[in-house]
């Protein structure tokens, strides 16, 4: 139908177009140049410009559609293009994820280039190679990403982790730096620079990233370390003072912020001291004494006055502590042990009998000493017997071989890192560490 009505219309216009030519034969002259000129009827000179002008709309019109179907066409292969690649990069994932490295990468190599997808799959390329422990190859493989991706957080977190895996830790931290600032509200992020400050001992800056995690606008971030961690930090970033009397002022700070941190009063005291402040450093183990009975702030303060020789200020100091609490062990058995050391055997004897039972043990040990002064050998023996235990030391406690936590009973597992078949006796931590030692004397090169 449509044929036809276009048919009819040809008819229609041809017909008037030639009455119109039959109505208007005059002549009409048309100068082409200056010595020639055309004489021609006014009628058909009329129709030859009229369809002279819609010859010429035609062809633009033509064009114009010509242009237009030539940009769908490669739209459409471009998009086409791009749906291949991302298909082939969703398979490659599949396979990375179940474990299937070589085959992803196979995909991965196979799969149609696309710049839109070229980031995702160097990343992921990269990703398969970290997995399968070849950060070398990860890394030049990162190095060839275009330059719109090259600057992605996710690609500078890859080449980090190459880099870390490689031993380069400055150019991991810097990595990561870059990726920080592309997402500088990334707690991922922020975790793992936080983690590398801290490995490289940049201790102010893990510090301020850890506090960043704690801080955040929702709360503490589930990436945040305990309280625990971020006192550490600060706690090592004031160790790493070398002015000793900026850094007991920062420990001290620290000990009041958190007065349960007994490494922050510890350590302000030890500074203290070597700013040749000894009474300062004294209150400062007093002050920690007051939040939490330490054993090693008893040590401090009785190391120091054995120092200036004033034993029975700390004699003094530890009754005071045993009268306030009376069923704490661990002044009770630090009062006998410098009573023991200034001579005095009998009243470090009425201490041990006031110990509670579950340090029977460890007061057994500090009698054994006691006895054995007095010269009775056969008492010494019995309480030193009573201190071991009825293994005589020989399976408890077990001791994890690679993180060293102690347990009371055997496991299959540790319970402090969760590896298998790790626990052993003090025997075989005795034998396993002599082994680790002449492994690392066999490693040595021969000086010869």
């Given at each position: 139908m449509r044929y036809w009505l276009t048919a009819t219309l040809a008819v229609a216009i041809t017909i008037a177009g030639g009455w119109f030519v039959l109505l208007n034969p005059d002549p009409v002259s048309l100068h082409a140049s200056p010595s020639r000129v055309w004489v021609l009827p006014l009628g058909a000179t009329l129709l030859a410009a009229f369809l002279l002008g819609a010859a010429v709309v035609g062809l633009f019109a033509a064009a114009g559609a010509l242009s237009r179907g030539s940009r769908t066409r490669r739209a459409r292969r471009r998009s086409l293009v791009q749906l291949r690649a991302q298909e082939a990069l969703e398979r490659a994932e599949a396979l990375a994820w179940a474990g299937e490295r070589s085959s992803a990468r196979a995909a991965l190599m196979t799969a149609p280039e696309h710049v839109a997808s070229a980031g995702k799959r160097i990343a992921l390329l990269a990703e398969t190679y970290l997995q399968d422990h070849a950060p070398e190859t990860a890394r030049s493989v990162l190095a060839g990403a275009p330059p719109d991706a090259a600057g992605s957080p996710r690609i500078l977190d890859l080449k980090a982790r190459a880099d870390e895996a490689l031993g380069d830790r400055a150019a991991a931290i810097d990595a990561l730096e870059r990726a920080r600032r592309a997402a500088p509200s990334s707690p991922r992020l922020m975790a793992r620079l936080r983690d590398l400050y801290a490995a490289d001992g940049r201790w102010n800056d893990a510090a301020g990233l850890?506090?960043?995690?704690?801080?955040?606008?929702?709360?503490?971030?589930?990436?945040?370390?305990?309280?625990?961690?971020?006192?550490?930090?600060?706690?090592?970033?004031?160790?790493?003072?070398?002015?000793?009397?900026?850094?007991?002022?920062?420990?001290?700070?620290?000990?009041?912020?958190?007065?349960?941190?007994?490494?922050?009063?510890?350590?302000?005291?030890?500074?203290?001291?070597?700013?040749?402040?000894?009474?300062?450093?004294?209150?400062?183990?007093?002050?920690?004494?007051?939040?939490?009975?330490?054993?090693?702030?008893?040590?401090?303060?009785?190391?120091?006055?054995?120092?200036?020789?004033?034993?029975?200020?700390?004699?003094?100091?530890?009754?005071?502590?045993?009268?306030?609490?009376?069923?704490?062990?661990?002044?009770?058995l630090?009062?006998?042990?410098?009573?023991?050391?200034?001579?005095?055997?009998?009243?470090?004897?009425?201490?041990?009998?006031?110990?509670?039972?579950?340090?029977?043990?460890?007061?057994?040990?500090?009698?054994?000493?006691?006895?054995?002064?007095?010269?009775?050998?056969?008492?010494?023996?019995?309480?030193?017997?009573?201190?071991?235990?009825?293994?005589?030391?020989?399976?408890?406690?077990?001791?994890?071989?690679?993180?060293?936590?102690?347990?009371?009973?055997?496991?299959?597992?540790c319970g402090t890192c969760g590896r298998w078949n790790t626990l052993l006796a003090p025997p075989e931590c005795i034998t396993a560490s002599d082994l680790l030692i002449q492994d690392a004397k066999r490693s040595q090169p021969d000086p010869r």
């Open positions: 850890e506090t960043e995690l704690w801080l955040g606008p929702s709360g503490p971030n589930p990436l945040a370390g305990d309280r625990d961690m971020l006192r550490g930090f600060r706690y090592q970033a004031a160790m790493s003072e070398a002015d000793p009397h900026r850094a007991a002022r920062a420990l001290r700070t620290l000990a009041e912020e958190a007065p349960e941190f007994v490494p922050a009063w510890v350590s302000a005291g030890d500074r203290l001291v070597q700013d040749g402040r000894s009474a300062a450093a004294r209150r400062i183990w007093l002050r920690g004494l007051r939040h939490r009975l330490s054993a090693v702030l008893l040590e401090r303060i009785a190391a120091l006055d054995e120092a200036s020789g004033e034993q029975e200020r700390t004699v003094r100091l530890f009754e005071r502590l045993s009268e306030r609490h009376p069923g704490d062990a661990t002044i009770a630090h009062l006998a042990k410098v009573l023991l050391r200034e001579g005095r055997p009998e009243q470090a004897n009425e201490v041990l009998d006031r110990i509670p039972a579950p340090a029977d043990a460890l007061a057994a040990r500090v009698r054994g000493v006691s006895v054995h002064r007095r010269g009775d050998i056969a008492a010494a023996a019995d309480s030193f017997v009573h201190a071991l235990g009825p293994d005589l030391g020989l399976t408890r406690p077990w001791r994890c071989g690679p993180c060293g936590a102690a347990a009371p009973e055997w496991s299959g597992r």
